[in-house]
C-alpha cells in the first residue's frame, strides 16, 4: 500500500534559522511527488514537482530534492510569511495524489 | 495556473439533510478531483469526477453518499448526502493541468 509519512508533525523556527522537513515514501513506481503549501482556511497552494532521485527545485527560500526513498523540503532563512503547513504527496497512477499529514511551520519574527 | 472557486466557503447543516457543493474551474481541464480532508488530517481522495461519464469512487467512498456530477469540462459538483457529524469536513475540489491546482474548499459542519 502506498505510503506516505511526513517528519516532524510540527516545527517552530526563529526567524533566519534554516531547516529542513521530511518526507518519505512507498509507493510502487513513482510517477512524481508533489511539495504544497496549505495555508489555515485555504486550499493547497502547488509549490513543486519531483520526479526522480538527484532532482532538485528551488523557489525563492524554498528547495525541495528527492532520493528513492524520501523528499526534503529545505527552507533558508526562513520569514514569518514562510508560516503555514507543508504537505508532500506521491502520485500512484491515474494522477491521484496520496498525502502526507503535513509539517506544521511557525517561523517567530 | 487554474484558478478554482467553490460554492458555498462553508456551511452548517443539519443532521440527515444534504448539501451540494459546486467547482468551477476558469479554463476547460482534462480531469477534475473531489477530495476530503478531515479535522487535524491530510486530505484523502474521495473520486475523480470524469465528464460524460460515471465518477470513479476510490475503497470507502460510494456513489450514494457521495453523488458527483461533471457535465462540462469546468464545473462539477459534490453532494454530501444524509449527512452525520462524522461528515464535517473541509471538501476540496482538484483540477489537472499539467499539475494539480486546488481550489479554496467548503467547512463543512453537520450538528
Known amino acids: 500500500e502506498d505510503q506516505v509519512t511526513q517528519s516532524p508533525e510540527a516545527l517552530r523556527l526563529q526567524e533566519g534559522e534554516s531547516s529542513s522537513l521530511n518526507c518519505s515514501y512507498t509507493?510502487?513506481?513513482?510517477?512524481?511527488l508533489f511539495w504544497y503549501r496549505q495555508d489555515p482556511g485555504k486550499g493547497p497552494e502547488f509549490l513543486f514537482t519531483?520526479?526522480?532521485a538527484g532532482e532538485e527545485k528551488e523557489k525563492e527560500r524554498l528547495k525541495a530534492t528527492l532520493t528513492k526513498k524520501e523528499s526534503f523540503l529545505h527552507i533558508t532563512a526562513p520569514k514569518p510569511e514562510d508560516s503555514a503547513t507543508y504537505l508532500c504527496?506521491?502520485?500512484?497512477?491515474?494522477?491521484?495524489?496520496?498525502f502526507g499529514t503535513g509539517t506544521r511551520l511557525l517561523v517567530s519574527p | 495556473s487554474a484558478v478554482i472557486s467553490q460554492k458555498p466557503s462553508r456551511d452548517i447543516c443539519q443532521r440527515g439533510t444534504s448539501l451540494t457543493i459546486q467547482c468551477q474551474v476558469d479554463?476547460?481541464?482534462?480531469?477534475m478531483f473531489w477530495y476530503r480532508q478531515q479535522p487535524g488530517q491530510s486530505l484523502t481522495l474521495i473520486a475523480t469526477?470524469?465528464?460524460?461519464?460515471?465518477?470513479?469512487?476510490e475503497s470507502g467512498f460510494v456513489i450514494d453518499k457521495f453523488p458527483i456530477s461533471r457535465p462540462n469540462l469546468t464545473f462539477s459538483t459534490l453532494t454530501v448526502s444524509n449527512m452525520s457529524p462524522e461528515d464535517s469536513s473541509i471538501y476540496l475540489c482538484?483540477?489537472?493541468?499539467?499539475?494539480?491546482?486546488f481550489g479554496p474548499g467548503t467547512r463543512l459542519l453537520v450538528l
Open positions: 519531483l520526479y526522480s
Open positions: 479554463s476547460q481541464v482534462t480531469m
Open positions: 482538484s483540477a489537472l493541468e499539467e499539475t494539480q491546482y
Open positions: 469526477a470524469n465528464q460524460g461519464s460515471e465518477a470513479t469512487y
Open positions: 504527496a506521491v502520485h500512484r497512477g491515474f494522477q491521484k495524489l496520496v
Open positions: 509507493v510502487s513506481g513513482l510517477r512524481g
